[in-house]
């Protein structure tokens, strides 16, 4: 495998175009409803727009919902409601159309994607399609252990990059993203801490199913013992990805990444996926202006990354199952925006 060098990234990554994004703007001030009638749903038009190089917006037809799957040593520790090692069950819940996620995504007719990264159970338990990119049995244990080898790190970096550019080429025009993780907060509270240059405490919340105060202490321990690990690696990215992420963070991070060199957009789920877009931002600078920011899930590590990376979350429902839910609501906005903003007439004369 050749070297990675993330570096490239800045390079290939180019905002969507500020041209057309203008254009679009003077089109809705042609339209007949008033300025500003619409909210926040012009904005959201305009991006479209911007990000498909075209006026009027092509309405969304082919979204899809991708939901990178592990599980973290550091689960072992109780910092999850959740047993430790039990992410196989979130995914055979999704494949079994069970899931809130895979409902919702029934309804509204986008197609689901479940990709193991690093899940604690035999490959044979599950279909080929999922399995296939799956670079360990759980990441280790970040409080103490890096999560990754560097070689693993990278082959699950570069497995997003793969996936995001099968999506591309797919002809998908709106990734739904997400994730299926026991002890993934951690890992991610970790990079978000690490990157933000914030304490333990000021990140760690109660994940997707509630934690009571003493899971809340060790969940909070874990993480303070992994930012130790993680400070002296801040440099690198994908060392860091290595040693307090995991392998489904890892390749979430390399699928967005790619996704913006693909001018893909791609609506954010709750905190493991700001967690990784916080790191690609490291990485290019230019990469979250291809995003969306779904809805606030209520941890404070995902408030914390979407402040650093300036994204305002569509919804706020206090929703805090994860698994692209929070993502998946936030569809029918970004739907909605773009046939309005196809649809809408002009104003005669």
Do not use: N, Y
């Given at each position: 495998m050749s070297a990675l060098n993330l570096d490239d990234f800045v390079d290939l990554i180019e905002r969507p175009d500020g041209g057309i994004r203008r254009d679009a703007e003077e089109r809705r001030e042609r339209l007949a409803l008033p300025p500003g009638a619409l909210g926040r749903l012009d904005e959201l038009g305009e991006w479209l727009a911007a990000a498909q190089q075209r006026v009027p917006v092509k309405p969304i037809e082919q979204p899809r919902v991708v939901l990178f799957a592990g599980d973290h040593g550091v689960s072992d520790l109780g910092v999850s409601a959740r047993p430790a090692r039990s992410a196989h069950r979130l995914v055979r819940a999704v494949l079994d159309g069970e899931s809130p996620a895979a409902i919702l995504a029934a309804r509204l007719g986008a197609r689901v994607r479940v990709i193991d990264m690093a899940l604690d159970c035999d490959p044979e338990d599950l279909p080929d399609d999922v399995t296939r990119h799956r670079v360990r049995r759980a990441s280790g244990r970040i409080d103490l252990e890096d999560?990754?080898?560097?070689?693993?790190?990278?082959?699950?970096?570069?497995?997003?990059?793969?996936?995001?550019?099968?999506?591309?080429?797919?002809?998908?025009?709106?990734?739904?993203?997400?994730?299926?993780?026991?002890?993934?907060?951690?890992?991610?509270?970790?990079?978000?801490?690490?990157?933000?240059?914030?304490?333990?405490?000021?990140?760690?919340?109660?994940?997707?199913?509630?934690?009571?105060?003493?899971?809340?202490?060790?969940?909070?321990?874990?993480?303070?013992?992994?930012?130790?690990?993680?400070?002296?690696?801040?440099?690198?990215?994908?060392?860091?990805?290595?040693?307090?992420?995991?392998?489904?963070?890892?390749?979430?991070?390399?699928?967005?990444?790619?996704?913006?060199?693909?001018?893909?957009?791609?609506?954010?789920?709750?905190?493991?996926?700001?967690?990784?877009?916080?790191?690609?931002?490291?990485?290019?600078?230019?990469?979250?202006?291809?995003?969306?920011?779904?809805?606030?899930?209520?941890?404070?590590?995902?408030?914390?990354?979407?402040?650093?990376?300036?994204?305002?979350?569509?919804?706020?429902?206090?929703?805090?199952?994860?698994?692209?839910?929070?993502?998946?609501?936030?569809?029918?906005?970004?739907?909605?925006?773009?046939?309005?903003?196809?649809?809408?007439?002009?104003?005669?004369?």
């Open positions: 999560a990754l080898t560097l070689d693993e790190a990278e082959r699950a970096f570069r497995a997003g990059m793969a996936i995001a550019d099968e999506e591309a080429d797919s002809g998908t025009d709106l990734l739904v993203l997400g994730d299926l993780s026991v002890g993934g907060t951690t890992a991610a509270a970790t990079l978000i801490a690490a990157l933000c240059g914030t304490d333990a405490s000021v990140v760690t919340g109660r994940g997707g199913a509630a934690i009571d105060d003493l899971a809340w202490m060790r969940k909070c321990a874990a993480i303070r013992d992994g930012l130790r690990r993680a400070r002296p690696v801040l440099g690198d990215q994908l060392q860091l990805l290595a040693t307090v992420g995991g392998a489904d963070l890892a390749a979430i991070t390399g699928f967005l990444l790619q996704s913006a060199v693909r001018r893909t957009p791609v609506i954010l789920d709750g905190v493991v996926s700001a967690a990784c877009a916080l790191v690609a931002q490291r990485v290019a600078f230019r990469a979250p202006d291809w995003w969306l920011a779904g809805q606030a899930s209520g941890e404070p590590g995902q408030e914390k990354a979407l402040d650093r990376i300036a994204l305002t979350p569509l919804l706020d429902h206090g929703v805090t199952v994860g698994e692209g839910t929070g993502a998946l609501l936030a569809l029918p906005l970004v739907q909605a925006a773009a046939a309005l903003h196809a649809e809408l007439p002009e104003r005669d004369g």
